[in-house]
């Protein structure tokens, strides 16, 4: 049982990466980011490739983070940026198409066989507390709790992260105030593409590496997002170890057919129910 | 020369099928044909009405699903029965998301309907007695009509012809109608489209359940073209695929989506490369298309011209209307007309009202009365409530605590639009638009028939629903030329200077026939001049016998206008009295000036 639920834990902290992610570029600049599973599909790609050409464990995964970091930043101004002042719906389907050229470009290169990376350690299993967990699945929550933590000291302590904020509270006075409001757009692509990327580089050792991974990861972590409350950082994390929870628990105990139709029915039992989330912000128009 | 565009068009469509000669053409044009239907009926929803759905494909799904489970090894003559049941199931799946989306607004809608989506493909992959899974369901018939049978391409792309032409008629008839009308008002200001009469909740509903309605259809045509359905072609990438059609063709417009799924199923053909190439280009032409090319397709074609603003340098006046023109009793209410005499009944009664938010109490047991045919002003400082007040008697906020009546009548309603109907019309502090409607369409948006036309009566476009529209664009213009603004009827309503788009809220306002206005702040932003015109035009509201209430800071503009003042200080009524009582009493100079301040300047302040 305490395993089950460390693996859930495990699987929710990728979710909540993943939702965190989306939720960052969201909250800098209204964009719905549907491309953001194939970062992490990207990050684990190319975390396999930076492992075969024998790089060593500490140095393929910075080469992948950054390297995904940099895709954000490449996407911001040439994807995002000369949508900005559209509807929403023009930035979606641009993602959707970014998504979809991702996918098949990885198939090309790549090629269709499902892929491994060598695992973290020798060691199978490490006892911690009279609970058996895997060394990925430690790396996976150690990691999330060292990037949300970095999250919440680059936020609330940094002069950096206070411009963050304004920016993604109203841009246009932002920049009234003397801030470059596409540059703190842009940095927040980077950091979303980065945790993105690194949640694949977490993923890979315990996943089969093939280009339909993000598709399936992205759509719990909506879930996670609507959970959570939209836009709200502590409430995306709590969402998305709750439907890795949820997941598991149904997978183990119910059916596994149906784990997927269950998350659903969560998101719109949330959607019409609690439409806020358990922490988000009030829906409302203003007068 | 455009007069031989349509026929030759026409023949072009007939004569496809008999020069075509490869199957694998006329294969791809009748695919290309269902999923432009399916556009067209996102197109609905999405663009007509401005509710976003990205679960198309579940309605798609539902249709194709009915069409294979009802004729799956039967006769060729159950298409037709199952071919409206399958948009009936579809419909009934529209309305059931329908109804819960009313609550869902923007991503949130986006969110809820893919979910959606999600939810039917794996019910369809999963609930194997009935869809037999993955294994999917084969042997559905040809449609076959006395005899005839539909059983190659060539004779199948008729069918979908006729079917791409119904669904863009019954587009195109709305989108010209006072229903699209309501849609733009939806889509474009959804707070105004229900203080304005808009049925917000019937149209939501409506707009999906048509737009399921259409996509079932196409499902059960996709059904049985191609003979065999397994739960693989209902996924996400159809939604997608579907909506990049309708952005990538021109959202909003009745030809665009059709044009966006030739160029996506085009696209492929065209560049003829092996398939994983095919889908990179794919991805990355979708997201190209949708950079490069703003408007869609159809932007592309349309020729650009300036938008021409008639000048109305003189305010309007040579058009105006007096109130002794008999064009006037277009915009009084019938029952003002015959009650104008009895001008000291209570209009508008409030009793104990309060309102909340969260810890703040933004009204407080308030009670107050307007008499009718008076120009009543509501004044107090910023955050006394008074654009509270007015939210809450035009039903944008729900009453929580306290009794209304309204005419005599006690008043249970509270939605908008309900209250719409009653008599009560409202204008906005920041202008809330239909921005992409024209100043005509704007107020026509407020009109109503004492005989409205019914649906099928407007699609078939009867000789009632003509003398409806008829009836109502004599409203609308009796309304524009009361303020002056028929000159600039044809001009789309964002081109208009801000004085002038506020004129346009209350001809919106006065084309509903009220008994009372609201008007919030409606002198902020305009010059002297132009605040001695609304002067004119609010006077001349109370002349007709129309009820006004007024929220002003402008003290020089409510002094003159104002019958009786009512000032709220922090939710609470500090005074209510004639102006000249008011200007000298003490609890409304402290409230403006605090405890300090000294008759004379609010002497100075007001006159």
């Given at each position: 049982?305490?395993?089950?639920?460390a693996?859930?834990v495990a699987?929710?902290c990728i979710?909540a990466l993943?939702?965190?992610?989306?939720?960052?570029?969201?909250?800098?600049?209204?964009?719905?980011?549907?491309?953001?599973?194939?970062?992490?599909?990207?990050?684990?790609?190319?975390?396999?490739?930076?492992?075969?050409?024998?790089?060593?464990?500490?140095?393929?995964v910075?080469?992948?983070?950054?390297?995904?970091?940099?895709?954000?930043?490449?996407?911001?101004?040439?994807?995002?940026?000369?949508?900005?002042?559209?509807?929403?719906?023009?930035?979606?389907?641009?993602?959707?198409?970014?998504?979809?050229?991702?996918?098949?470009?990885?198939?090309?290169?790549?090629?269709?066989?499902?892929?491994?990376?060598?695992?973290l350690t020798?060691?199978?299993?490490v006892?911690l507390?009279?609970?058996?967990m895997s060394p990925e699945n430690i790396a996976i929550i150690c990691v999330t709790a060292c990037l949300l933590l970095l999250?919440?000291?680059?936020?609330?302590?940094?002069?950096?992260?206070?411009?963050?904020?304004?920016?993604?509270?109203?841009?246009?006075?932002?920049?009234?105030?003397?801030?470059?409001?596409?540059?703190?757009?842009?940095?927040?692509?980077?950091?979303?593409?980065?945790?993105?990327?690194f949640a694949?580089v977490l993923?890979?050792?315990?996943?089969?590496?093939?280009?339909?991974?993000?598709?399936?990861?992205?759509?719990?972590?909506?879930?996670?997002?609507?959970?959570?409350?939209?836009?709200?950082?502590?409430?995306?994390?709590?969402?998305?170890?709750?439907?890795?929870?949820?997941?598991?628990?149904?997978?183990?105990?119910?059916?596994?057919?149906?784990?997927?139709?269950?998350?659903?029915?969560?998101?719109?039992?949330?959607?019409?129910?609690?439409?806020?989330?358990?922490?988000?912000?009030?829906?409302?128009?203003?007068? | 020369?455009?007069?031989?565009?349509?026929?030759?068009?026409?023949?072009?469509?007939?004569?496809?099928?008999?020069?075509?000669?490869?199957?694998?053409?006329?294969?791809?044009?009748?695919?290309?044909?269902?999923?432009?239907?399916?556009?067209?009926?996102?197109?609905?929803?999405?663009?007509?009405?401005?509710?976003?759905?990205?679960?198309?494909?579940?309605?798609?799904?539902?249709?194709?699903?009915?069409?294979?489970?009802?004729?799956?090894?039967?006769?060729?003559?159950?298409?037709?029965?199952?071919?409206?049941?399958?948009?009936?199931?579809?419909?009934?799946?529209?309305?059931?998301?329908?109804?819960?989306?009313?609550?869902?607004?923007?991503?949130?809608?986006?969110?809820?309907?893919?979910?959606?989506?999600?939810?039917?493909?794996?019910?369809?992959?999963?609930?194997?007695?009935?869809?037999?899974?993955?294994?999917?369901?084969?042997?559905?018939?040809?449609?076959?009509?006395?005899?005839?049978?539909?059983?190659?391409?060539?004779?199948?792309?008729?069918?979908?012809?006729?079917?791409?032409?119904?669904?863009?008629?019954?587009?195109?008839?709305?989108?010209?109608?006072?229903?699209?009308?309501?849609?733009?008002?939806?889509?474009?200001?959804?707070?105004?489209?229900?203080?304005?009469?808009?049925?917000?909740?019937?149209?939501?509903?409506?707009?999906?359940?048509?737009?399921?309605?259409?996509?079932?259809?196409?499902?059960?045509?996709?059904?049985?073209?191609?003979?065999?359905?397994?739960?693989?072609?209902?996924?996400?990438?159809?939604?997608?695929?579907?909506?990049?059609?309708?952005?990538?063709?021109?959202?909003?417009?009745?030809?665009?989506?059709?044009?966006?799924?030739?160029?996506?199923?085009?696209?492929?053909?065209?560049?003829?490369?092996?398939?994983?190439?095919?889908?990179?280009?794919?991805?990355?032409?979708?997201?190209?298309?949708?950079?490069?090319?703003?408007?869609?397709?159809?932007?592309?074609?349309?020729?650009?011209?300036?938008?021409?603003?008639?000048?109305?340098?003189?305010?309007?006046?040579?058009?105006?209307?007096?109130?002794?023109?008999?064009?006037?009793?277009?915009?009084?209410?019938?029952?003002?007309?015959?009650?104008?005499?009895?001008?000291?009944?209570?209009?508008?009664?409030?009793?104990?009202?309060?309102?909340?938010?969260?810890?703040?109490?933004?009204?407080?047991?308030?009670?107050?009365?307007?008499?009718?045919?008076?120009?009543?002003?509501?004044?107090?400082?910023?955050?006394?409530?008074?654009?509270?007040?007015?939210?809450?008697?035009?039903?944008?906020?729900?009453?929580?605590?306290?009794?209304?009546?309204?005419?005599?009548?006690?008043?249970?309603?509270?939605?908008?639009?309900?209250?719409?109907?009653?008599?009560?019309?409202?204008?906005?502090?920041?202008?809330?638009?239909?921005?992409?409607?024209?100043?005509?369409?704007?107020?026509?948006?407020?009109?109503?028939?004492?005989?409205?036309?019914?649906?099928?009566?407007?699609?078939?476009?009867?000789?009632?629903?003509?003398?409806?529209?008829?009836?109502?664009?004599?409203?609308?213009?009796?309304?524009?030329?009361?303020?002056?603004?028929?000159?600039?009827?044809?001009?789309?309503?964002?081109?208009?200077?801000?004085?002038?788009?506020?004129?346009?809220?209350?001809?919106?306002?006065?084309?509903?026939?009220?008994?009372?206005?609201?008007?919030?702040?409606?002198?902020?932003?305009?010059?002297?001049?132009?605040?001695?015109?609304?002067?004119?035009?609010?006077?001349?509201?109370?002349?007709?016998?129309?009820?006004?209430?007024?929220?002003?800071?402008?003290?020089?503009?409510?002094?003159?206008?104002?019958?009786?003042?009512?000032?709220?200080?922090?939710?609470?009524?500090?005074?209510?009295?004639?102006?000249?009582?008011?200007?000298?009493?003490?609890?409304?100079?402290?409230?403006?000036?605090?405890?300090?301040?000294?008759?004379?300047?609010?002497?100075?302040?007001?006159?």
């Amino acid at each position: 049982m305490a395993q089950i639920i460390a693996s859930g834990v495990a699987m929710g902290c990728i979710y909540a990466l993943v939702g965190l992610a989306f939720i960052l570029i969201y909250n800098a600049s209204g964009g719905l980011n549907f491309a953001q599973g194939e970062f992490v599909m990207l990050g684990a790609f190319a975390f396999f490739t930076a492992t075969t050409i024998q790089l060593p464990y500490w140095a393929a995964v910075v080469v992948s983070v950054s390297v995904i970091g940099g895709l954000g930043w490449l996407f911001q101004k040439f994807l995002f940026y000369p949508l900005k002042d559209r509807s929403f719906l023009y930035f979606v389907i641009v993602t959707i198409g970014f998504s979809i050229f991702a996918r098949n470009l990885a198939l090309i290169v790549w090629g269709p066989n499902p892929l491994k990376v060598p695992p973290l350690t020798s060691v199978d299993v490490v006892s911690l507390g009279g609970v058996a967990m895997s060394p990925e699945n430690i790396a996976i929550i150690c990691v999330t709790a060292c990037l949300l933590l970095l999250q919440y000291l680059l936020f609330f302590h940094t002069d950096l992260g206070r411009k963050l904020r304004a920016t993604a509270q109203n841009a246009q006075t932002a920049q009234l105030m003397g801030i470059y409001p596409r540059r703190m757009i842009g940095i927040t692509f980077i950091m979303s593409g980065a945790i993105a990327g690194f949640a694949g580089v977490l993923l890979a050792p315990i996943f089969l590496i093939d280009t339909d991974m993000g598709g399936a990861v992205l759509l719990k972590s909506f879930i996670a997002v609507v959970i959570g409350g939209f836009g709200s950082i502590p409430g995306v994390v709590i969402g998305g170890i709750g439907i890795g929870l949820i997941e598991i628990l149904t997978a183990v105990y119910v059916s596994s057919v149906y784990k997927d139709a269950i998350c659903i029915a969560i998101l719109i039992v949330f959607l019409i129910a609690f439409p806020r989330g358990l922490l988000g912000e009030a829906v409302k128009e203003r007068g | 020369m455009r007069k031989l565009l349509l026929p030759l068009a026409l023949i072009a469509l007939v004569a496809f099928p008999f020069v075509a000669q490869s199957e694998y053409l006329l294969r791809l044009v009748n695919i290309g044909i269902i999923y432009a239907i399916l556009a067209v009926s996102l197109n609905f929803v999405m663009g007509a009405a401005g509710q976003i759905s990205l679960g198309h494909a579940g309605f798609f799904g539902i249709g194709a699903y009915t069409a294979a489970i009802l004729t799956s090894g039967g006769s060729g003559q159950l298409f037709w029965p199952v071919f409206l049941l399958s948009g009936v199931t579809a419909g009934i799946a529209g309305l059931i998301i329908g109804v819960p989306a009313l609550r869902l607004k923007g991503h949130y809608l986006a969110f809820g309907t893919l979910g959606f989506g999600e939810i039917i493909r794996i019910v369809l992959y999963n609930w194997r007695e009935v869809t037999r899974g993955t294994d999917g369901i084969g042997r559905i018939p040809s449609p076959e009509l006395f005899g005839f049978e539909f059983d190659t391409d060539q004779k199948y792309y008729f069918l979908c012809i006729a079917a791409l032409m119904m669904a863009l008629w019954l587009s195109h008839r709305t989108q010209a109608s006072k229903y699209g009308r309501g849609f733009a008002a939806l889509r474009d200001a959804e707070l105004a489209a229900g203080t304005t009469g808009v049925n917000v909740t019937r149209l939501k509903i409506l707009a999906f359940v048509v737009s399921s309605i259409i996509a079932g259809c196409a499902g059960s045509l996709y059904s049985h073209l191609v003979g065999f359905i397994s739960p693989d072609t209902f996924t996400f990438e159809v939604t997608a695929q579907v909506l990049s059609m309708v952005l990538i063709g021109g959202i909003g417009t009745t030809f665009g989506p059709v044009l966006g799924a030739v160029f996506i199923i085009g696209l492929p053909e065209v560049l003829r490369v092996s398939k994983e190439y095919y889908q990179v280009i794919y991805g990355a032409g979708v997201a190209f298309a949708v950079l490069f090319m703003p408007q869609g397709l159809l932007g592309l074609l349309r020729r650009k011209t300036a938008t021409q603003v008639p000048s109305i340098a003189d305010g309007g006046a040579e058009d105006e209307i007096s109130i002794t023109d008999p064009a006037i009793e277009r915009l009084r209410s019938p029952e003002l007309a015959t009650e104008a005499g009895r001008r000291d009944r209570v209009m508008l009664g409030i009793k104990d009202l309060t309102c909340r938010f969260g810890g703040l109490v933004a009204i407080g047991d308030l009670s107050m009365e307007v008499r009718a045919g008076t120009i009543h002003a509501l004044i107090g400082p910023n955050g006394a409530g008074k654009s509270t007040l007015i939210n809450l008697v035009s039903g944008v906020y729900a009453r929580p605590a306290g009794t209304m009546t309204f005419d005599g009548q006690a008043v249970e309603e509270n939605t908008s639009w309900k209250l719409a109907d009653l008599g009560i019309a409202r204008t906005f502090q920041n202008l809330r638009s239909f921005s992409s409607l024209t100043v005509m369409d704007n107020v026509l948006v407020g009109c109503r028939s004492a005989k409205p036309a019914g649906w099928s009566a407007v699609m078939l476009d009867t000789a009632a629903s003509k003398n409806e529209e008829a009836d109502l664009r004599a409203t609308a213009e009796a309304a524009l030329r009361f303020v002056g603004l028929w000159k600039v009827r044809d001009v789309p309503v964002s081109a208009l200077p801000h004085e002038q788009q506020r004129l346009v809220e209350i001809a919106r306002a006065l084309a509903m026939r009220p008994k009372m206005v609201l008007l919030d702040e409606p002198a902020a932003g305009m010059n002297p001049t132009e605040v001695e015109r609304l002067i004119t035009y609010i006077e001349k509201m109370k002349a007709i016998g129309i009820t006004v209430l007024i929220v002003e800071h402008n003290m020089p503009f409510v002094m003159r206008v104002a019958d009786r003042i009512t000032v709220l200080s922090f939710g609470k009524k500090i005074a209510d009295d004639v102006p000249a009582a008011i200007r000298a009493h003490p609890d409304v100079i402290s409230a403006y000036l605090g405890k300090r301040g000294v008759a004379k300047e609010v002497q100075n302040a007001v006159a």
